[in-house]
């Protein structure tokens, strides 16, 4: 049996690194040539060089750059195809994203995980090299990440999502109410989802999720589209709940997000201190006008009546709920656009295998409202500068996410094509991401040299 044992480990150390690949077997320095530079930031192309040090941009030039008598280095000859950063999700849910519903509410949390691990290794592969991940209990999988026991993007984890009874997180059975003073749901017990009602409970959940290495905090301040138990026009938590948290989420350095949808919840959750909305297709112009005054980030999602949509049955409540979001996106992006609010584009996939894999086409369905730069930008830099409202809180913070420069992560693609002029080329990244680099390693190359 001892021997048994002894076999099996090794079998699974050697399936790790298999796994792996060329990301262990990274050099000390990479040279990419004959790239055609989007820096994330500027509407143009550069034609240079870049250098990668360990796991930062050290040198990009337009001259070559020499490499004598460097022998610990990997040269990548990048055949005048186009290099751009990392692209950034800034809503999403690792722990869910790809796993069927009834699965993820009835499976073991150390199924979920692996399970999880998994759908973060194929987003890397899609070209998402850092997500801000909101809500689930992706803290875990962010830490086997950067550990290296797992494969995946850079993770802003929010740990468990904090709602109400009855709010959007709470997916809980209809016979589990009611609940016994102190008792735990299987989800809270494992930091996926943390009820809190009062302001004495939400300071607590606060708290406990900072303390187990919450980037930012995400609280449930209205109905939700895919839980069972609230409409769209309930406003879920007061003020007063909202500024514990937002106490709680400052005093660590860091702020907190909330998915709202109606102007009620978000100027409420924006009066007691919240900085970024997530949703809000139904802001009327008063709401987005206060936005704007009080320099609030919006993060938005592309929610559309298409084929990405999820597949609820026609006539029920929750189909019900999705065409009143899903009318009010045109709106949300044209008021965003008028008052030039800062705004961050996420996928929020859950319980969905099918869409997990277009988060491309998610991005550049944009282009019904911006241009393929202002979309690219929006998918690097833009969302990067809301990532670092996490302060303290951020656990990547020796280098620049997000755009192509010097003292940047090594957080590239290369694209077998000019995504400024064809956005849809990012949909297939499987075809058309020839290169794939995070944190100075290579996940993917099938660049002929």
């Given at each position: 049996?001892?021997?048994?044992?002894?076999?099996?480990?090794?079998?699974?150390?050697?399936?790790?690194?298999?796994?792996?690949?060329?990301?262990?077997?990274?050099?000390?320095?990479?040279?990419?040539?004959?790239?055609?530079?989007?820096?994330?930031?500027?509407?143009?192309?550069?034609?240079?060089?870049?250098?990668?040090?360990?796991?930062?941009?050290?040198?990009?030039?337009?001259?070559?750059?020499?490499?004598?008598?460097?022998?610990?280095?990997?040269?990548?000859?990048?055949?005048?195809?186009?290099?751009?950063?990392?692209?950034?999700?800034?809503?999403?849910?690792?722990?869910?994203?790809?796993?069927?519903?009834?699965?993820?509410?009835?499976?073991?949390?150390?199924?979920?995980?692996?399970?999880?691990?998994?759908?973060?290794?194929?987003?890397?592969?899609?070209?998402?090299?850092?997500?801000?991940?909101?809500?689930?209990?992706?803290?875990?999988?962010?830490?086997?990440?950067?550990?290296?026991?797992?494969?995946?993007?850079?993770?802003?984890?929010?740990?468990?999502?904090?709602?109400?009874?009855?709010?959007?997180?709470?997916?809980?059975?209809?016979?589990?109410?009611?609940?016994?003073?102190?008792?735990?749901?299987?989800?809270?017990?494992?930091?996926?989802?943390?009820?809190?009602?009062?302001?004495?409970?939400?300071?607590?959940?606060?708290?406990?999720?900072?303390?187990?290495?919450?980037?930012?905090?995400?609280?449930?301040?209205?109905?939700?589209?895919?839980?069972?138990?609230?409409?769209?026009?309930?406003?879920?938590?007061?003020?007063?709940?909202?500024?514990?948290?937002?106490?709680?989420?400052?005093?660590?350095?860091?702020?907190?997000?909330?998915?709202?949808?109606?102007?009620?919840?978000?100027?409420?959750?924006?009066?007691?201190?919240?900085?970024?909305?997530?949703?809000?297709?139904?802001?009327?112009?008063?709401?987005?006008?206060?936005?704007?005054?009080?320099?609030?980030?919006?993060?938005?999602?592309?929610?559309?009546?298409?084929?990405?949509?999820?597949?609820?049955?026609?006539?029920?409540?929750?189909?019900?709920?999705?065409?009143?979001?899903?009318?009010?996106?045109?709106?949300?992006?044209?008021?965003?656009?008028?008052?030039?609010?800062?705004?961050?584009?996420?996928?929020?996939?859950?319980?969905?295998?099918?869409?997990?894999?277009?988060?491309?086409?998610?991005?550049?369905?944009?282009?019904?409202?911006?241009?393929?730069?202002?979309?690219?930008?929006?998918?690097?830099?833009?969302?990067?500068?809301?990532?670092?409202?996490?302060?303290?809180?951020?656990?990547?913070?020796?280098?620049k996410l997000g755009e192509i420069a010097e003292g940047a992560y090594a957080d590239l693609i290369v694209v077998d094509g000019n995504p400024l002029e064809n956005?849809?080329?990012?949909?297939?990244?499987?075809?058309?991401?020839?290169?794939?680099?995070?944190?100075?390693?290579?996940?993917?190359?099938?660049?002929?040299?």
């Amino acid at each position: 049996m001892k021997t048994f044992k002894v076999i099996l480990v090794f079998l699974l150390f050697v399936n790790i690194s298999l796994v792996s690949g060329q990301a262990n077997q990274k050099p000390i320095k990479i040279l990419i040539n004959n790239v055609e530079i989007f820096n994330g930031k500027d509407n143009k192309l550069t034609k240079a060089n870049i250098l990668i040090e360990d796991n930062l941009i050290k040198t990009i030039s337009s001259s070559p750059i020499s490499t004598e008598k460097e022998e610990s280095i990997q040269v990548i000859n990048g055949n005048g195809k186009y290099l751009i950063p990392g692209l950034i999700d800034a809503h999403s849910h690792i722990m869910f994203e790809s796993i069927p519903q009834s699965k993820a509410l009835t499976s073991e949390y150390s199924y979920l995980a692996l399970f999880a691990a998994k759908a973060a290794e194929k987003q890397l592969l899609r070209g998402f090299t850092t997500v801000r991940d909101l809500g689930g209990g992706a803290i875990v999988v962010q830490k086997s990440i950067d550990e290296g026991l797992a494969i995946g993007p850079r993770i802003f984890p929010s740990g468990a999502f904090i709602s109400q009874s009855g709010g959007h997180g709470d997916f809980g059975l209809p016979t589990d109410v009611p609940r016994k003073i102190g008792e735990l749901s299987y989800a809270e017990r494992n930091g996926m989802a943390a009820i809190a009602d009062g302001v004495d409970q939400v300071l607590m959940r606060s708290r406990e999720q900072l303390r187990q290495g919450a980037t930012q905090l995400k609280l449930m301040a209205g109905g939700g589209v895919a839980s069972n138990y609230d409409p769209i026009d309930v406003m879920q938590y007061t003020e007063e709940e909202f500024k514990a948290a937002v106490s709680a989420a400052e005093n660590w350095g860091t702020y907190v997000t909330v998915h709202a949808y109606t102007p009620q919840a978000i100027q409420a959750a924006i009066n007691a201190g919240v900085k970024c909305i997530d949703h809000g297709q139904l802001a009327d112009e008063a709401t987005v006008k206060l936005m704007a005054e009080k320099g609030i980030w919006w993060s938005l999602q592309p929610f559309l009546d298409d084929e990405e949509s999820i597949p609820f049955p026609e006539g029920s409540e929750n189909r019900r709920k999705q065409l009143l979001v899903t009318n009010g996106t045109d709106n949300a992006y044209k008021l965003a656009k008028k008052y030039d609010i800062k705004t961050a584009w996420g996928t929020d996939c859950l319980f969905d295998p099918s869409l997990a894999v277009k988060q491309g086409k998610q991005l550049s369905k944009m282009t019904r409202w911006y241009t393929p730069f202002e979309v690219l930008k929006m998918a690097t830099y833009n969302n990067a500068q809301l990532l670092y409202m996490s302060g303290k809180r951020n656990p990547y913070p020796l280098g620049k996410l997000g755009e192509i420069a010097e003292g940047a992560y090594a957080d590239l693609i290369v694209v077998d094509g000019n995504p400024l002029e064809n956005i849809k080329l990012i949909e297939d990244p499987e075809t058309n991401f020839v290169l794939i680099i995070k944190d100075g390693k290579i996940y993917k190359n099938t660049l002929k040299q």
